[in-house]
Every structure is written in structure tokens, then in C-alpha cells.
């Protein structure tokens, strides 16, 4: 019920390893043809995690956007480059 009233419903997923959080991987479904991630990976991150998390997401969104990930310039470039994404434009300001 109340998703009829707020149309927000984010979907998220996490790789863990040993009870720790090693990457996370957000969508916030806007219903348009296309359709940004987010990711969340830190010093301890795997990057075959990324990876996983990125290919395990395009299998569970039941309709065909255009997905983009939003994840800082340089960084995971393998594990994003593994899981099908090509990099567009860089997102310096998400740097620390």
C-alpha cells in the first residue's frame, strides 16, 4: 500500500564475504529507458564482487533499460569493464 502513494522503491544487493560488507550495489527504478546503478566498494572491496553484483543485477531488472553506473572515474575499471559496462564520462565530484 504504500508504494501506491510513494513511488520510491530502491532495490539493493551486497556481496559479503566472511561477515563483511566487500560491495554494494544500488537501483532506483525511475521507470525510463534509462536507468542508473550505484555502487559502493571500499579498500577492502573485491572486485570480482563488483562484478558479480553488476551482472546479478541486470539479470533481476525484468525490463530492458539503458543502464549506466554511476561509480567514480579509474576505479574497478576491470570488474565494471568484466560484468558489460563501457566507461562514457567520469564522475570526478564522487571523489573524497
Known sequence: M???????NIRQWA????????????WVPQGGRSESLYA???VGSDPQAL???L??????????PR???E??????????RAAG??????LLWMRA
Open 2 to 8: 504504500y508504494l501506491l502513494f510513494v513511488d520510491f
Open 67 to 69: 543502464l549506466t553506473l
Open 40 to 42: 559502493a566498494t571500499g
Open 51 to 53: 562484478t558479480s553484483l
Open 15 to 26: 556481496a559479503v564475504r566472511d561477515e563483511e560488507l566487500i560491495a554494494a550495489l544500488a
Open 71 to 80: 561509480y567514480p572515474a579509474g576505479e574497478m575499471v576491470d570488474a565494471i
Open 55 to 64: 551482472i546479478h543485477a541486470q539479470h533481476m531488472i525484468t525490463y530492458s
Open 85 to 90: 559496462f563501457k566507461p562514457q564520462r567520469t
